[in-house]
């Protein structure tokens, strides 16, 4: 396994930018449509999101690590994140503006085990992106579409069980979201939309620090995550 000295001296936690800006800035554009001389309807969503991606180079620091350990089991590959998505529309005809809060998240483990089977261990890398956006989109009674801008918080954990290690570094970046709404009507009050999307970042994906802890070497060059997706959500309120 990684020695403990090497790994603790190498962990490295990317400084975060003022995120409170960020959240202000939002807000102050979201509630501004608020504030707008227009018969709108507010509603809540809520649900869930998909997406694939391809990083080779994340998967080949990932597998020079595998390649250095005696494991039983394992990584899967980086291939793709899921979770949550929840938010606020205001909408007005064929206008709506959202704010969103998007989740993606994959854990990947692998196992072994120590004095011959006696010890079984798992050592877990947890990746996910987690954004902040807000957009507009244009719809009718069932086809629409829009496009956010979105502020993105890459977060990768490690957690090695022998010795005990822990890791986590935070990139953060603006990106686009582009994508179409296919709404279903639904009674109660409550619609369903399915959402196909597609997500461009500005930045891209540094391998390195990751890789400086894993592997005591860079990484290779950086990547940007470029996401296909779909969202599957609900609106409850006033249609």
């Known amino acids: 396994m990684i020695s403990k000295s090497c790994g603790l001296s190498l962990v490295a936690l990317t400084p975060p930018m003022n995120r409170k800006k960020t959240y202000v800035f939002f807000a102050a554009v979201f509630f501004g449509c608020l504030l707008t001389p227009l018969k709108a309807q507010v509603n809540l969503k809520a649900g869930y999101n998909i997406s694939f ?10 597998q020079t690590f595998e390649d250095q350990q005696d494991y039983s089991s394992d990584y899967d590959k980086f291939s793709w994140l899921h ?4 938010g606020l529309r205001v909408k007005s005809g064929v206008s709506a503006f959202e704010i969103t809060y ?30 902040a956006g807000i957009g507009y989109y244009a719809s009718g009674e ?18 090695l069980a022998d010795p005990v290690i822990k890791f986590r570094d935070i990139q953060e970046m ?66």
């Not at 991606?53 to 990932?62: A, F, H, K, R, T």
């Not at 993105?152 to 957690?159: F, H, L």
């Open 53 to 62: 991606l391809s990083d080779p180079g994340m998967n080949e620091v990932i």
């Open 142 to 159: 069932i086809f629409g579409m829009g496009t956010d801008v979105q502020y993105q918080w890459y977060r990768t954990k490690v957690e």
């Open 102 to 131: 998007q989740n993606g998240y994959q854990r990947l483990r692998a196992k072994g085990d120590l004095n011959g089977g006696t010890m079984p261990f798992t050592d877990e890398i947890k990746i996910s992106v987690q954004s």
């Open 83 to 86: 979770g949550f998505e929840t």
């Open 174 to 239: 603006w990106a686009m979201k582009f994508y179409c709404v296919l709404t279903l009507r639904g009674s109660g009050g409550i619609d369903a939309a399915l959402q196909p999307y597609f997500i461009l970042p500005f930045g891209k994906y540094d391998h390195d620090p990751l890789s400086l802890f894993l592997n005591q070497e860079t990484g290779p060059a950086a990547k940007k995550w470029n996401r296909f997706g779909l969202s599957f959500l609900f609106y409850n309120g006033d249609k």
